[in-house]
């Protein structure tokens, strides 16, 4: 029994498909670019995010001093300093080596007497931080500490990055949820469609108690398939696109944390063919409930 | 096996349809409804296979009070009986065959049995040499008589019919009259709206006749026909 019945449903499904070809072909095509939206804008933020954890870790404070410490005030000021909670490493650039390091990257060895003897250069701690979101924290602490004139840290480059990628998840949510939002409109139409070529038959299947779910499941079934085949569409283009792009990147700009986590690339992918199939069943579902009330 | 107690039915659009309907056919009753076009006779059929449903009143099939049937009950209900109509509503690109096992098919019914009570059904409306051939093949009576074989292929206990000698000439219409008549004797219910007049005159069977949307007169009881 069971299996007669599902040569008939699958029949029906692929009879329909075929007999509104075009439509058929519509509906699939946006799923495909809804599926293939929805794939680049997850793995583009998981991207972003990458690289700003990557930046984030690599964040540095410079600590300018004030006046002269001695050797040993600023070597004291240092083991403060890396006794400091959320501190991972302090390093030290006395005014003596600042000037070094410029002649060093000017060309030149007579900064000092070109500025009449005078060492422009302040003594510089750099630190970092065990985590990047203890680095504000940490450099509001120090801006307190008596002699410090001046403290710098990523301040803004962060906060455009991450503002960036909010405004990006948004945007990408929005272009995703129209996309899906249209192939909803289609596979329905493509489905109302053959409901209607079919409106006899289902009158029939009404007629002599043929149950809701069994007038159901052929449309269902032809959801189904055209959200699968969109997704699977999608799936090719996304996948092969994303390792090409990792190939490219990986060669030519290796400074760029991409995300090749194969787990993650591999749920991307699933996330879409559910959504594919997703968008098939409640496309159907919505515009068969309609014509199925009693 | 049928029972509709002060019924009424008043469509969206305020037609006043049907007014404060009682009636009572027992198992294995023969009954036409008669009346004038308008009067509810359709109406009425389609609150026993419940196409429609009651404004008031209790509809109660074979036990089964229509009124408090769940949607999803309504299919179950529904293979009890069996309803033919005027135009025959025969899918056109299945053969006879086809048209009366899809009936059965989407009942979940499997291969073999479909095809033996498929035979069998012809077989009874006289249709089993035909069974190959498409419906715009058939003569009307023919098509009328697969859609009886379909209404029945599930062996209901009810067979309702709405003006099914409508679109047919005498002969054929006559023909379709003894295959119901068979049908009833074989102890299936029947009701039957129709304006054939002289059909209900010859086959002395109760006659109901509805008017404006009430029964006013009923020949339950009585040996021959009423008046019409
Ligand atoms: N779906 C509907 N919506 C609104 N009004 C309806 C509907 N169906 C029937 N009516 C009205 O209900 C009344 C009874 O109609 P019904 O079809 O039951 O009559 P009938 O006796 O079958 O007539 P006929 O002999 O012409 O087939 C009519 O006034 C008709 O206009
Ligand atoms: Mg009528």
Redesign the interface.
Known sequence: ??F??AR?ILLQALQSLKRNIWLSLASVLTVTISLILLGSAVLFLANTAQVAKTFESQLEIAVFLEKDYSREQLSDLQKQLERMEGVASVVLTTREQAVWQFEETMGSDSLLEDLGGINPFPDKFTITATDATLVEGIANKIMAIEGVSKVRYGQGILEKLINFTHWLRWVGITVVAAFSFASLLLISLSIKTNVNSRA??I??????????A??RWPFLIEGLIIGLTGALVAILVVGLGYSWLLQYIVTTLAFIPVVANQQFIINVLLLMLLSGMAMGAVASLLSVRAYL?? | MIKLKNVSKIYPNGARALLNIDLEIDKGEFVFLVGPSGAGKSTLIKLLYREEIATRGQVIIDNINLMRLKPREVPLVRRNIGVVFQDFKLLPNKTVFENVAFAQQVLGKNKKTVKENTLRTLELVGLDRKMASFPSQLSGGEQQRVCVARALVNRPKILIADEPTGNLDMENALGIMELLDQINKMGTTVVMATHALHIVDMMKKRVVRVEAGRIVEDSKGEASTIGI
Do not use: C, H, P, T
């Open positions: 029994m069971a007669d019945s008939y006899k038959e009158q029939i299947m009404r007629l002599v108690g043929a149950s809701n069994f007038i009330k009693f």
